[in-house]
């Protein structure tokens, strides 16, 4: 009865709505003021933006003139849209060659830099150059090197070794992994730089003990590197897999989503979708299937690979 008593005499004496917010003002008005341009920014570029590409998959809009209600039409249409499928599946085809190459060569040269070898923060500034470099000019030198003639560099060097020219760009079967290649070329070194901060953070100390009981070098990355990595492996998982796709600048740039649609990725087609036949509300369709992928993937990746809370 005495504790019921005294939470009725604070709820009587706790002051009005207007005096705490007041209050709370008060103590935080210049987080408040800093927060507010950015809640606009969100809300305009972000919120909004995603509220109407909703409202645009019921409609049916080409810019040019009203929408008119549709329903689920266009969904109704991508069930049975062949090459949107093909799309999806160029997507996770590309995936599959990007994803691991990525994560293993970003690895590779985090460990070389972290060795202590001369001249490492010259061979750090040389690996991670490709991601600060215009993705144009690494398309146009890619497109020069993987050239399906024998002018082409690759091929000439294949040529030594009695291999018949290649077509590349210009093969069905070859052209994504080549986008694949380069999109790998592009993004290593920032992969190199998240593993380079993860093997900093490990305890030398382990290293040292690990030496004393006669531990092979090999043994030691398998037993104590690569596993103190797994918070930087889970989130390079995470990252290189909606960067895959998402894939989109090399398909524009080299293929145009040739040959045969054999590049159309799911970004790809929805970018044609929307700005060249200007089919914006079947392209809202494609982009809300994207979105759909990524994040099923992401949370199958959070719940099967970053079960340790205590990491991440």
């Not at 104590?224 to 797994?230: N, V």
């Given at each position: ?9 604070i ?12 209050k ?56 049975h ?10 997507t996770?085809k ?21 060795s202590?070898?001369?001249?490492a923060?010259?061979f ?5 150059l ?30 030594f070794?009695?291999?018949?020219p290649q ?48 531990a092979?070098?090999l ?16 989130y ?11 894939i ?14 054999a ?50």
């Open positions: 009865m005495v504790t019921v008593s005294k939470a009725l005499t709820k009587k004496t706790k002051p009005p709505l207007g005096k705490r917010l007041k709370e003002w008060n103590r935080n008005a210049i987080v408040y003021l800093f927060l507010v341009p950015i809640l606009i920014h969100f809300t305009i570029f972000q919120v909004y933006p995603f509220l109407l590409s909703f409202y645009l998959t019921f409609m049916d809009w080409r810019i040019i003139g009203e929408p008119v209600f549709v329903g689920l039409k266009h969904w109704q249409y991508f069930l849209d062949s090459l949107a499928w093909k799309a999806i599946w160029n996770v590309f995936s599959i060659y990007y994803i691991v190459p990525t994560m293993a060569l970003g690895l590779i040269l985090a460990l070389i830099i972290n202590g070898v001369r001249g923060k010259f750090k500034g040389i690996f991670f490709p991601v600060v470099t215009s993705f144009v000019i690494i398309a146009g030198i890619w497109g020069w090197l993987f050239k399906g003639t024998e002018a082409g560099m690759i091929n000439f060097i294949l040529s070794f009695g291999i018949e077509l590349f760009l210009s093969n069905s079967s070859q052209a994504l992994a080549v986008l694949a290649g380069l999109s790998i070329f592009k993004v290593a070194g920032s992969t190199m730089i998240y593993y380079f901060a993860g093997l900093q953070s490990i305890d030398k100390q382990l290293y040292e003990a690990a030496q004393m009981d006669g092979s070098t043994r030691i990355f398998w037993t104590i590197t690569f596993p103190l990595l797994k918070p930087i492996h889970f390079v998982l995470i990252t290189t897999t909606i960067g895959s796709f998402q989109f600048d090399s398909a524009f740039l080299l293929t145009g989503g040739g040959p045969n649609y590049t159309t990725t799911l970004v790809y087609y929805l970018y044609a979708q929307g700005f060249t036949s200007l089919n914006l509300s079947y392209a809202a369709v494609l982009s809300y299937v994207l979105f759909f992928i990524i994040l099923v993937i992401s949370l199958i990746q959070r719940k099967y690979l970053g079960k340790d809370s205590n990491l991440y």
